[in-house]
């Protein structure tokens, strides 16, 4: 079952883990934690669920057709139908506690409850329209919490994050002490791109929540919303818009300054004013933090590269480089800017050897998305950095020949 998109799993446990006097999250992320309980079950430990009887048993193993697990529904009594389908629900077994809450649905047509079991275990299965009826008729008849953030998820699974939005707000207001409603509300507000408003519900929530400032999954919120401004400020950026640029990328270092992207960020506008000694800092800075073997770390230690051969650190910049060539193997962006550096180091054999496996790459091998003409991308940037590798190969020559 895949996890829901709101709540991170903080355990791939079935059971959760307990951390001081709070569990965390685990199995079915919202929904479980919740609506279990309001069920009277518990994922683990605390009441025990109810066992399967003989004939949900049946429905799920033995039947083998619709008809007879029709028939097997069917004979359950009322005072058996409602447990078989919590403990469907609880075993996961979402086609039996689809069929069962149904079952309970058409005898119990004003029972909130039932119609919020069947939604979510329509949602589990994929049937995501028919699970927004069912969810919205169980608000109908009473509105609970465990109902609105199992609608709101159901939302984000069909990447609906507005539809889910007013829902949220109202789970909070239900529940201003829990976590998850917090948590699914901050990411929603990030996927309609309001990073802005994700700031003031962090704001909020760490203000009325005790709990929210030290769960893991409220922390791991703040640093998507982070990581939304550092987004925006790249985007500002590339738009000109360095005053603005700069705002994002501050309110960002508000929430987490040691977030190895800020420091990313903060150098590429140094750089675009000019400040290369500032640039080189904050990029060696996230450098520490990120690995050369994915982004954005492979293309600060090319960017920082450049810069250090523009000013003759030939040593540091080829150290840098190869930390890429090595990590991700050869193409186009790293290996330009390896030759360049090697150039700067007045190493020959170095710079030769580079330009030569450059030249031989294929065309489209420009990825990371950094070079040292610029920073511009698509095929002039290739077209630059082949002739000058090429260029650079001719006089490479001759000076060996005269060296000779």
């Not at 389908?85 to 005898?107: C, H, I, M, N, T």
């Not at 077209?383 to 650079?392: E, F, I, Y």
């Amino acid at each position: 079952m895949k996890p829901p998109p709101f709540v991170p799993r903080s355990s791939p446990d079935v059971c959760p883990v307990v951390e001081g006097d709070r569990p965390t999250r685990a199995l079915g992320g919202i929904w479980v934690m919740a609506t279990l309980a309001s069920f009277g079950l518990s994922a683990c430990g605390g009441t025990s669920p109810p066992t399967r009887t003989a004939g949900s048993a049946s429905l799920g193993e033995s039947s083998g057709s619709g008809d007879a697990g029709a028939a097997s529904v069917g004979s359950l009594s009322d005072s058996a139908l409602g447990p078989a389908a919590r403990k469907a629900a609880l075993d996961e077994d979402w086609g039996d506690s689809e069929r069962l809450f149904r079952e309970l649905v058409r005898r119990r047509p004003g029972d909130a409850e039932a119609r919020r079991g069947l939604g979510v275990a329509l949602m589990r299965e994929g049937k995501n329209i028919e699970a927004v009826v069912a969810l919205n008729e169980s608000l109908e008849l009473r509105d609970a919490l465990e109902t609105r953030l199992a609608l709101a998820e159901n939302y984000g699974e069909m990447d609906r994050y507005p539809s889910a939005l007013p829902h949220l707000r109202r789970a909070v207001a239900l529940d201003p002490q829990g976590v998850d409603g917090w948590v699914a509300l901050t990411h929603a507000l990030v996927k309609v791109d309001k990073a802005d408003g994700a700031v003031e519900v962090l704001d909020e929530s760490g203000r009325v929540c005790r709990a929210c400032r030290s769960d893991a999954g409220w922390l791991r919120g703040k640093d998507e919303v982070a990581r939304a401004l550092l987004a925006r400020s790249e985007k500002q950026m590339g738009a000109g818009d360095v005053k603005g640029a700069n705002r994002s990328l501050d309110a960002a270092a508000s929430l987490n300054p040691a977030l190895p992207e800020t420091h990313l960020g903060r150098a590429k506008i140094a750089r675009t004013q000019g400040d290369d000694t500032r640039a080189a800092s904050e990029f060696r800075q996230a450098v520490d933090s990120l690995p050369a073997t994915a982004e954005p770390g492979a293309s600060a230690r090319l960017e920082l590269a450049r810069l250090l051969t523009y000013r003759g650190e030939g040593a540091e910049a080829t150290k840098l480089a190869r930390q890429v060539v090595d990590a991700r193997g050869e193409n186009l962006a790293s290996l330009d800017v390896l030759g360049r550096a090697c150039d700067a180091n007045k190493d020959a054999d170095c710079a030769r050897k580079a330009y030569g496996r450059l030249v031989s790459l294929p065309l489209g091998s420009s990825e990371p998305g950094v070079t040292a003409d610029g920073g511009e991308s698509g095929a002039s940037v290739t077209r630059k950095a082949v002739d000058h590798a090429r260029a650079r190969l001719k006089a490479l020559k001759k000076g060996g020949r005269r060296r000779r």
